[in-house]
């Protein structure tokens, strides 16, 4: 019933945010993108924090790709993929990737623990036109970046970081520590044989299970 719920509320929110914003113009690939990659810039795009009663987001320094980049705002394209910034837990505890479109959260924590500290938060729904995106950098084409202010369009709130996140698709599994240096350290095939020995927080509630073996 709770995903039935959570469900109705975010289709309704995404169907106010294309109504509200259904006459932004499309930008050429060359305007977004220094790569050679083209995709089309989306029309909105999901900023994620525990605080839930943001007005207007700020540009700030906490997540540095590098140096030079100075204070930005975080977005991206991929509700499910907002889901994981939800947590508390920064790199150091947590580490995310993909493997044909599904995308893992890995938590380097005790569960209880974990679940001490989720209080859940929401996801800001934004307008693109100041977000540019640097596919070499952070989280390539999934990661868009804005230097200005931006006031949200609307805002989805969830109770549980973890619920969000499994309720959105995102497997998630609680590692120990040698698994996950593992898991940080391997890429591709080597990564997924990690993770097919593995039992993720989605099947053990057979909830969103998606096969990746």
């Not at 790709?65 to 910034?85: C, M, Q, S, W, Y």
């Not at 924590?109 to 036109?129: M, T």
């Not at 989805?156 to 497997?171: H, N, P, R, V, W």
Request: one cysteine or more.
């Amino acid at each position: 019933m709770n995903l039935f719920k959570n469900t109705l509320i975010i289709i309704l929110s995404l169907l106010v945010c294309f109504l509200l914003y259904s006459r932004q113009s499309k930008k050429t690939c060359k305007q977004i993108f220094t790569a050679k990659d083209c995709y089309t810039k989306p029309r909105i795009l999901f900023h994620a924090s525990n605080n839930r009663n943001i007005k207007v987001l700020e540009p700030r320094n906490i997540k540095k790709r590098n140096k030079n980049e100075g204070p930005v705002i975080f977005a991206t394209a991929n509700l499910d993929l907002a889901t994981i910034f939800l947590s508390q837990f920064g790199d150091r505890y947590a580490k995310s990737g993909s493997y044909d479109w599904k995308n893992f959260h890995y938590i380097h924590k005790d569960k209880e623990e974990f679940l001490k500290k989720d209080k859940g938060g929401a996801i800001y729904i934004v307008p693109s036109d100041s977000f540019h995106s640097i596919p070499e950098k952070g989280l390539g084409r999934h990661e868009w970046v804005s230097k200005k202010k931006v006031k949200p369009l609307y805002k989805i709130e969830f109770d549980s970081a973890l619920e969000a996140m499994i309720d959105l698709g995102i497997q998630v599994f609680f590692v120990d520590e040698e698994t996950f240096a593992k898991l940080k350290s391997s890429k591709g095939e080597e990564h997924m044989k990690i993770i097919r020995k593995l039992k993720s927080e989605n099947q053990k509630r057979n909830k969103n299970v998606f096969p990746y073996y």
